[in-house]
C-alpha cells in the first residue's frame, strides 16, 4: 500500500532482492509464455450433494506445469498474475475452456451439471466482463444457468456499489453466483447480504479440523444458518473424511466438496467419475421400480 501511494519507489533486479521477489519474478516471466507453450491446463473437481450423494456440479481449477519450474501452485501463480495483468488473458480462457467442457459433458446425454469458474479481483472489476461471459456462453452454447462463478470477498470490497452492479448484470444473463472462502474476508457480514450470490463456499480452514475444534465448528454452523437464512444455498470446501460430512449434513449444510469424493481431476477421469454416478443413479431407480 505504501508503495503504490508513494509513488517514489524503484523496481531493479540485484543480488540483494531477497528470494521471495526473484522468485515472483521469475514466475511472471515464465507465466508470460505460459498459454502460448500450452503449459496450463484445468482440472475439475466434482461437487455432491450431502444428502443424496449425487454429483451436482464441478468445479475448474487452473494447473500450470511450467518447463523451468515444475509444478506451480495456482496459490502462488495465480496473486502474481492478478498483480501483472496476466490473470485477464489467462481468465478468458480457463472460462471458454470450462464452459466447453461442460457442454461436452452434457452433451454425453449424462444429466446436466452446473461448472463453476473462480474469477479473481481484477477480473471482476474490469468493464469487459459482462459482455465476455456472454460471448463465451454462446460461443460454446452452454445455457447460462449451467455456469457459475465464485468471488471472493476480495474482489467485492474496493467498490462495493460498482460490484453489486456487475453482480447483477451477471445475474440477468441467467448465471449463479457464489462468494468463495467465506468466512476468510475483514469486512462486515452485511455486505454479504446486499449481492444478489446464490451460495455460500465455506472455506476449508473451518472445515478441516471441524470435529474436533469448537471454535470453527461453531463458525461452519453459523455459516449455514446465515446461507439459509438468506435463502442461499451451503457449499463446504475441504471435505476429507466421512466424519466431517456427516458432522455437515447433519447441520443441514446442503453440498460438500473435497478429496473424501473428488480430487481434481483431468477431464477425463472426470467423465467416468460422472458415467458411473450415472449407472449407480440409474441402478437405484431401477431396483426401486422393481420393488413396486
Ligand atoms: P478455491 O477456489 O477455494 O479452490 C479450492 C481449493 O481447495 C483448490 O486448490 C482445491 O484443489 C483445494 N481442495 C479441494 N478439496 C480439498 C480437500 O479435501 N483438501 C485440501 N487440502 N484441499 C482441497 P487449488 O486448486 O490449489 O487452488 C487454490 C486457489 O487458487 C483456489 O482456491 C482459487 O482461489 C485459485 N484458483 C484456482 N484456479 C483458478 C482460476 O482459474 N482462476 C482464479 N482466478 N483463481 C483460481
Ligand atoms: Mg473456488
Ligand atoms: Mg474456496
Ligand atoms: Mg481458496
Redesign the pocket.
Known amino acids: 500500500r505504501a508503495k503504490l501511494e508513494g509513488g517514489n519507489t524503484f523496481s531493479f533486479y540485484s543480488p540483494s532482492m531477497d528470494a521471495d521477489a526473484r522468485r515472483r519474478q521469475i514466475i511472471e516471466a515464465q507465466l508470460r509464455g505460459a498459454l502460448a507453450r500450452d503449459e496450463l491446463s484445468?482440472?475439475y473437481?466434482a461437487q455432491n450433494n450431502l444428502d443424496s450423494g449425487n454429483i451436482i456440479g464441478t468445479?475448474?481449477?487452473?494447473?500450470w506445469h511450467s518447463a523451468e519450474l515444475g509444478m506451480v501452485?495456482?496459490?502462488e501463480f495465480?496473486p502474481v498474475a492478478?498483480e501483472c495483468g496476466l490473470?485477464i488473458p489467462?481468465?478468458s480462457w480457463?472460462l471458454r475452456q470450462a464452459c466447453a467442457q461442460n457442454k461436452i459433458w452434457q452433451d454425453l446425454g449424462l444429466p446436466r451439471l452446473r461448472v463453476a469458474?473462480?474469477?479473481?479481483a481484477r477480473?471482476f472489476r474490469g468493464d469487459t466482463l459482462v459482455d465476455e461471459v456472454a460471448a463465451v456462453l454462446k460461443e460454446t452454447g452452454l445455457p447460462a444457468e449451467f455456469l457459475e462463478l465464485?468471488v471472493?470477498e476480495s474482489a467485492l470490497i474496493h467498490n462495493i456499489d460498482a460490484a453489486v452492479a456487475t453482480c447483477r448484470k451477471l445475474k440477468a444473463l441467467g448465471v449463479k453466483l457464489s462468494l468463495?472462502?467465506f468466512g476468510t474476508g475483514y469486512s462486515s457480514l452485511a455486505y454479504v447480504a446486499r449481492f444478489p450470490f446464490d451460495k455460500l463456499?465455506i472455506?476449508?480452514g473451518f472445515v478441516?479440523d471441524i470435529t474436533h475444534n469448537p471454535a470453527n465448528a461453531a463458525i461452519a454452523t453459523a455459516a449455514i444458518a446465515i446461507a439459509h437464512g438468506l435463502n442461499l444455498s451451503v457449499l463446504a470446501?475441504?471435505?476429507?473424511t466421512e466424519a466431517q460430512a456427516i458432522f455437515l449434513r447433519n447441520r443441514r449444510c446442503d453440498a460438500m466438496?473435497?478429496?473424501?469424493f473428488s480430487?481434481?481431476s483431468a477431464p477425463e477421469a472426470i467423465t467416468t467419475l460422472l458415467v458411473n454416478n450415472t449407472r449407480l443413479f440409474l441402478g437405484l431407480t431401477h431396483s426401486a421400480s422393481e420393488q413396486a
Request: glycine share 8%.
Open positions: 484445468v482440472v473437481q468445479e475448474a481449477l487452473l494447473r501452485s495456482p496459490a495465480i492478478e490473470i489467462i481468465g480457463v469458474v473462480n474469477l479473481s477480473q465464485e471472493t468463495d472462502d463456499k472455506d476449508q478441516r470446501e475441504g471435505v476429507e466438496q473435497g478429496y473424501l480430487k481434481p
